[in-house]
């Protein structure tokens, strides 16, 4: 009923940048947070940053000054703008939205994407 479709990943160097976008899409009534999480090898996944409905945006403090969050309410998207990459951010992205659907919008879900590969090489 509801899915996140990823994309912009891809390997680049080190001080290059990427921008990454997730659309949702499905039988959504309204959602709440959207944002990014990464994993890497060995690692668990941790929040990179994340988006309230009510414009409130926090970061891990590792990318703050180098990546920004931004979300197109319209357009149901949210985008990772990264720059001056760094090899320690190699990972797998995941995008996340929390939402309600239409039919039952009394609960809030959590949706992933299927995850987009950032490879930075140094």
């Known amino acids: 009923q509801v899915q996140l479709v990823e994309s912009g990943g891809g390997l680049v160097q080190a001080g290059e940048s990427l921008k990454l976008s997730c659309v949702v899409s499905?039988?959504?009534?309204?959602?709440?947070?959207m944002g990014w999480y990464r994993q890497a090898p060995g690692k668990e996944r941790e929040l990179v940053a994340a988006?309230?409905?009510?414009?409130?945006?926090n970061y891990v403090d590792s990318v703050k000054g180098r990546f920004t969050l931004s979300r197109d309410n319209a357009k149901n998207t949210v985008y990772l703008q990264m720059n001056s990459l760094k090899p320690e951010v190699t990972a797998v992205y995941y995008c996340?939205?929390?939402?309600?659907?239409?039919?039952?919008?009394?609960?809030?879900?959590?949706?992933w994407g299927q995850g987009t590969q950032v490879t930075v090489s140094s």
């Open positions: 996340n939205a929390k939402l309600q659907i239409t039919g039952n919008n009394r609960i809030q879900y959590n949706y």
């Open positions: 499905g039988s959504i009534f309204s959602i709440n947070a």
């Open positions: 988006t309230t409905s009510g414009g409130i945006t």
